[in-house]
């Protein structure tokens, strides 16, 4: 059974920054393109940010230049540093590992509200 554990969600003023983190095992790590996606009330599950095993990034038009993905091999983690928060961003933001259509796999999700 594939985990996907993540951690850092909060509440945060507007203009404040949070880092999400999202560890797994060695095996999906290793081979598995990982991602963040945000789903706030009433919307749809949009993507985030997403990394391939080969460090290749691709990142939402909403979000670019705000926030940055980034792994860290030897921890198994890929974390998600979301800088200049804004209102919009509040939303459950979900760790996703997809290989193939079939192999594709969510955490629990986070809690991320910017409110002053």
């Known amino acids: 059974q594939v985990q996907l554990v993540e951690s850092g969600g909060d509440l945060v003023q507007p203009g404040g920054s949070l880092r999400l983190s999202c560890a797994t095992s060695?095996?999906?790590?290793?081979?598995?393109?990982m991602g963040w996606y945000r789903q706030a009330p009433g919307k749809q599950r949009e993507l985030v940010a997403a990394?391939?095993?080969?460090?290749?990034?691709n990142y939402g038009d909403s979000v670019r230049g705000r926030f940055t993905i980034s792994r860290d091999n030897a921890k198994n983690t890929v974390y998600l540093q979301m800088n200049s928060l804004q209102p919009e961003d509040t939303a459950v933001y979900y760790c996703?590992?997809?290989?193939?259509?079939?192999?594709?796999?969510w955490g629990q999700g986070t809690q991320v509200t910017v409110s002053s």
């Open positions: 060695r095996v999906i790590f290793s081979i598995y393109t």
């Open positions: 996703n590992a997809q290989r193939s259509s079939i192999a594709n796999y």
């Open positions: 990394i391939t095993s080969g460090g290749r990034t």
